[in-house]
C-alpha cells in the first residue's frame, strides 16, 4: 500500500511540474505566433533562462501581468504585443 501511495504522489507531482513547463512554451508559441522574431529574451534577461533562474525583463514582467486566473495569457493587455500582432 505504501508503495502504490508513493507511486501515485510521483505521478501527481510529475504532472504538476511537466505542466507548468509546458504553459511557458505555450506561452512563447502564442507569442511567436504574433512575433516571428520572438526568442527567450523576448521576456526573459538571460539568453537561455533556466527553471530555477528565470529573471523577466520589462515585457515579461507585463505578459505575467496580464496572466489571467486560468493561467491564459490576455494579451490584448500586454501594450507590445498589440502592437506587433
Partial sequence: MKKT????AAVLATLAFG???LATMEYYKEYKAKDAKA???SCHVEKMPKKEAHELNDFGKKVQ?????????????????EKKG
Fill in 5 to 8: 501511495t508513493a507511486a501515485v
Fill in 19 to 21: 505542466s507548468s513547463s
Fill in 39 to 41: 526568442t527567450c529574451q
Fill in 65 to 81: 501581468a496580464a496572466k489571467g486566473k486560468d493561467n491564459k495569457i490576455d494579451w490584448a493587455k500586454v501594450p507590445a504585443a
